[in-house]
């Protein structure tokens, strides 16, 4: 149990376009989803904090026009990078919380990241 | 914020020693302190995690401390083995969301 899909597992985008992924729980409802951001032998970087039926929180620095967040439903949430530029290329992961357990277990459940490339 | 450090960046090991993994925090806030396992382009793995009402948590060869008081909490890999080498991970989160703060991480390598 408490699986976490995302999709793509990598892209590469031309510089100026858009990219969408996904994020999905799909065993268990998450209310909070996270995006991370990790480049090349660096730790993960908290971007924002995804809610199911309001607007994201972004971490300090993180521009939430270029990154946008829609988390519709409990069991899915996407990250879209806007107008991606080289700098954007990294690996991008999501977690989520079990909500039938959030207020008893703390435990992440990570995807298995997206590899982004902007040429 | 919350802000965790790591300890240390790189760590080199022979097969069977011990390694020791530390990590302090800066909000005393934080309840809930986790350790991951990455391999190169995978995932984040759960191994271990300790609640702030625990001092210490073992599960086989892995285990966790926490020092609440100095705001510092340390891994232990008893009797490491090649399939040990890895990036791991510390973080800490005290909000009820869950948010978590990871330190920058140590590249563990165990020889033959």
């Known amino acids: 149990g408490a699986v976490v899909s995302q999709h793509p597992s990598w892209v590469i985008c031309k510089s100026g376009t858009s990219v969408k992924i996904e994020c999905r729980s799909l065993?268990?409802?998450?209310?909070?989803m996270f995006w991370y951001r990790q480049f090349p032998k660096q730790s993960l970087m908290l971007m924002a904090t995804?809610?199911?039926?309001?607007?994201?929180?972004?971490e300090q620095g993180v521009e939430k026009d270029k990154f946008l967040i829609n988390h519709a439903s409990l069991t899915l949430s996407t990250l879209t990078v806007t107008s991606a530029h080289p700098e954007d290329s990294s690996f991008y992961i999501c977690?989520?919380?079990?909500?039938?357990?959030?207020?008893?277990?703390?435990?992440?459940?990570f995807g298995p990241g997206t590899r982004l490339t902007v040429l | 914020g919350e802000n965790v450090e790591q300890h240390p960046s790189t760590l080199s090991v022979q097969e069977g020693d011990s390694a020791v993994i530390k990590c302090t925090y800066s909000?005393?806030?934080?309840?809930?302190f986790p350790w991951y396992k990455q391999e190169l382009g995978k995932r984040p793995q759960l191994i271990i995690d300790?609640?702030?009402?625990?001092g210490e948590k073992k599960d086989q060869r892995i285990a966790v401390t926490l020092n609440k008081t100095a705001k510092h909490f340390s891994l232990h890999i008893t009797e490491t083995q090649p399939e040990d080498s890895a990036v791991y991970f510390c973080?800490?989160?005290?909000?009820?969301?869950?948010?978590?703060?990871f330190g920058q991480g140590t590249i563990l390598t165990v020889h033959p």
């Open positions: 977690s989520a919380r079990d909500l039938s357990t959030s207020g008893i277990i703390n435990e992440q459940f």
């Open positions: 065993d268990f409802q998450a209310t909070t």
């Open positions: 995804s809610n199911e039926g309001s607007k994201a929180t972004y």
């Open positions: 909000d005393s806030a934080s309840n809930y």
């Open positions: 300790i609640r702030s009402n625990v």
């Open positions: 973080a800490a989160t005290g909000t009820s969301y869950g948010k978590l703060t």
